[in-house]
């Protein structure tokens, strides 16, 4: 597999690596809560998928909030179907890694995810997060609704002040429609679990996100 020459630039789909049809395959239990990796969404459930650098750490984030159903890591907002993870490490994939949420939402709000992943990391850095840097560790939200793209849009523009009143710049996150969420490995899902004393690139801003209290939320 050749490299793509500069993984911090997005990769053209001329360039993008082919991929496959096979997905990958995973345990069917959620290794913290139990639940399906693969599940259903229908009822009070609700999709979510959020970008924020390093997916083992971002996930345990969302695996830890009230409300969560299941959570899996993957690869989103890229062009190769099924990628691996050496293919999205190669930076010819185009996609960014990321945490796949099912929520209940008589029990959270997309609101409070929101606050979770803007409060999570540092959206201003580009193409890296900390010393993690390519196109997979971008800042991204891909909505699953029109309602969530408001919100998300909405959400932006909140944080964006309050990160200028504390001298930061401008927020870099990719806000667009999701396509495909591919699942990342088997051995990915839940690492920090497996793996507690593992790797977690994640630092926040320290500048608390309010979107909620827009929008009607406690």
């Not at 979510?48 to 993957?74: Q, S």
Request: aromatic share 12%; glycine share 12%; with cysteine.
């Amino acid at each position: 597999m050749s490299f793509f020459k500069n993984k911090s630039e997005m990769v053209s789909p001329e360039q993008a690596i082919r991929g496959r049809d096979e997905e990958m395959k995973l345990p069917e239990r959620h290794l913290v809560l139990g639940t399906p990796l693969r599940p259903p969404v229908s009822g009070g459930f609700e999709r979510a998928i959020f970008a924020m650098g390093c997916f083992w750490g971002a996930e345990r984030k969302f695996w830890l909030a009230d409300g969560v159903y299941t959570t899996a890591v993957g690869y989103s907002g890229g062009l190769t179907p099924n990628p691996t993870y050496e293919e999205v490490c190669s930076g010819k994939t185009g996609h960014a890694e990321a945490v796949l949420v099912v929520f209940d939402g008589t029990k959270t709000s997309y609101d409070k995810l929101l606050s979770i992943f803007w409060e999570s990391h540092d959206p201003t850095q580009g193409m890296r997060q900390g010393n993690d840097t390519g196109t997979q560790y971008r800042s991204a939200i891909y909505t699953t609704t029109a309602a969530q793209q408001v919100i998300a849009q909405q959400s932006l523009a909140e944080y964006q002040r309050a990160l200028e009143a504390v001298g930061y710049g401008r927020i870099t996150t990719e806000i667009k429609p999701a396509g495909p969420f591919y699942y990342a490995e088997g051995y990915h899902q839940q690492y920090l679990q497996r793996n507690p004393n593992g790797y977690c690139g994640l630092g926040g801003t320290g500048v608390s996100c309010n979107v909620g209290l827009t929008s009607g939320e406690s």
